[in-house]
């Protein structure tokens, strides 16, 4: 059974870090894009950002660009999202998410292209 565990979240003031963790069992993700994305109250669901099976090629939503980093640990199969300089807009429910596919040459940012989500972690940032 696939399972996609997200953790690290919590509150934190503004201009503070966080690191978000997702842990995937059930089958290896080494060759599959991995990303995170975030829903706030009231919200759609929102690309954060994402990472190829190999961790060379990262995409960014502009919002996070230059704050946040997402990088992955194939040999424990881990996922991770660095974010800094947090802002109260950046509150929301944050999902790891992986892809089906394998070696694809770049990693979606629709959520449409992902197959398996985590829970979600809540973050919230205070102004």
């Known amino acids: 059974q696939v399972q996609l565990v997200d953790t690290g979240g919590g509150l934190v003031q503004a201009g503070g870090s966080l690191r978000l963790s997702c842990a995937a069992s059930g089958r290896t993700f080494s060759e599959s894009a991995m990303g995170w994305f975030r829903q706030a109250p009231g919200k759609e669901r929102e690309f954060v950002a994402a990472?190829?099976?190999?961790?060379?090629?990262?995409y960014y939503a502009d919002s996070v660009k230059g704050r946040f980093t997402i990088s992955r640990d194939n040999a424990k199969n881990m996922v991770y999202l660095q974010m800094n300089s947090l802002k109260p807009e950046d509150t929301a429910v944050y999902y790891c998410?992986?892809?089906?596919?394998?070696?694809?040459?770049?990693?979606?940012?629709?959520?449409?292209?992902?197959?398996?989500w985590g829970q979600g972690t809540q973050v919230t940032v205070s102004s």
């Open positions: 990472i190829s099976w190999s961790g060379v090629i990262t």
């Open positions: 998410t992986a892809d089906r596919t394998y070696f694809s040459a770049r990693p979606p940012i629709s959520e449409t292209k992902y197959d398996y």
